[in-house]
């Protein structure tokens, strides 16, 4: 669903113009498609009804507490990988009982915390922590509801920083160790064992990879049957891709089918971890032309966002399409690089992009829902953007625009000697 869409030569977030956002919230700011929301999520979930399922939206992808609160009253569950995202979502009013805790460094606070809030399991990552969490729930008096996620040495055919599922990546428990680790777990009085976890990596576009490791996480929980271990879930993770530029990742349709005829007459839940395949194409960064600067190499296009703001292209590389808000007349294009203010070269939002374009014209960074706010710092003391979710004709600011002073009002200078 694509939630905008040029109306009357102008760009528009559903029925609002992006123009009349960014003079209303200013630059630079996310914007968000509440109806693109909606149907990411049931889209995803119509492949599984009927089954027993439980749809997990990764909170890494976008913490905004609106969204959370969104998903939430969809009926989603959450996969959390800190206690700072366990308290965002428990505040924006989401169950706890549908909450997954992934990650590997997880402290013992955050154990307790999520351990007292009653959380529906620990995707535990190493036999260390295993050892932690089962000494953390035994002093409390609990047992901790554990899946041990599976590293099954699936190639995701990804980039090599969102890739987590080969034996060089530091997620989960090496596929060959994991029997024996679950045979620990089952002797730890801390630790109940309910399911079985396996996310391979981010920005798949294909679905073999998904096949694969699922094809391997049924071989040891088959196994595991055999040594009197009965898992009631499989955790299949999330990583299904968005198109960015010419991407064809698979349909949900497609993938729900998939996984659901390789489970078959098994009466196993399935868990699932999607984030930005929910909300990547939901949302785009708005920014504003600052300075145009042509130099005897290359054109460059300075806007009002920078690295900060969305940080993936200068991690990844990565491409987001850029759109005038208002195009003008193509046979005026220039080859532009666009960038940022901040102080880095490796400052840009976007390579050798063929524009027409005057100082304080309007971009649109587009598929910026995920990875985008949720990764955004205050480098160059800059503060981070607006939010702002559009709901057919209305406009909501789900964030204000932080202010400069807010940045140090923490800090302290050392008193006079």
């Known amino acids: 669903m694509n939630s905008f869409i040029f109306k009357n030569d102008s760009l528009h977030a559903e029925n609002v113009a992006l123009n009349t956002i960014a003079d209303t919230f200013g630059t630079p700011c996310y914007v968000y498609s ?8 049931e889209s995803f979930s119509a492949g599984f009804k009927g089954s027993n399922h439980l749809v997990c939206f990764a909170v890494k992808a976008n913490p905004s507490l609106a969204i959370l ?16 995202e366990l308290a965002r979502v428990l505040a924006a009013g989401g169950d706890p009982k549908k ?26 990552e190493s036999a260390s922590e295993l050892i932690r969490l089962n000494k953390v729930a035994s002093d409390m008096g609990k047992v901790a509801p554990v899946s041990l996620r599976v590293n099954p040495n699936v190639d995701a ?7 987590t ?30 399911g079985v976890d396996c996310h391979i990596g981010s920005q798949i576009t294909e679905l073999s990879p998904f096949l694969d490791a699922f094809d391997k996480v049924l071989l040891l929980v088959d196994a595991l049957e055999q040594h009197g271990i009965s898992i009631q879930h499989i955790d299949a993770g999330g990583g299904i891709g968005i198109c960015y530029s010419d991407e064809t990742p698979p349909e949900f349709t497609d993938y729900a089918a998939a996984m659901r005829a390789k489970l078959g007459n098994r009466n196993t839940k399935l868990v699932f971890e999607p984030g930005r395949a929910l909300v990547g194409n939901a949302g785009v960064l708005l920014t504003k032309v600052e300075y145009l600067k042509h130099t005897e190499s290359k054109n460059f296009a300075i806007v009002d966002a920078a690295m900060n703001d969305l940080m993936r292209p200068a991690l990844y590389d990565a491409y987001h399409d850029i759109k005038a808000v208002q195009p003008r007349n193509d046979a005026n294009a220039l080859t532009y690089e666009i960038v940022g203010p901040v102080c880095e070269s490796g400052d840009f939002l976007g390579h050798d992009r063929d524009l027409s374009l005057v100082e304080g014209d309007l971009l649109a960074i587009m598929s910026a829902g995920a990875y985008g706010m949720s990764m ?19 406009c909501h600011l789900i964030r204000k625009r932080e202010e400069i002073a807010n940045l140090f009002a923490l800090e302290n200078i050392l008193p006079e000697t």
Request: net charge neutral; charged share 15%.
């Open 165 to 194: 599922g080969l034996k060089n990546n530091k997620f989960g428990v090496a596929y060959e160790d994991a029997l024996n680790i679950y045979l620990q777990a089952a002797a730890m009085p801390g630790i109940s064992i309910h």
């Open 69 to 84: 609160n969104l998903f939430a009253k969809l009926g989603a569950g959450f996969d959390i990988v800190s206690g700072g």
């Open 157 to 163: 055919k990804t980039h090599p920083y969102i890739s």
């Open 34 to 41: 509440k109806s693109a929301l909606v149907h990411a999520f």
């Open 99 to 124: 909450i997954v805790f992934s990650g590997v460094g997880k402290t013992e606070a955050e154990m307790q915390a999520a351990l007292n809030a009653g959380i529906f399991c620990f995707n535990v």
């Open 376 to 394: 955004a710092s205050n480098y160059n003391t800059r503060p981070r953007a607006a939010e702002v979710m559009v709901d057919g004709d209305t």
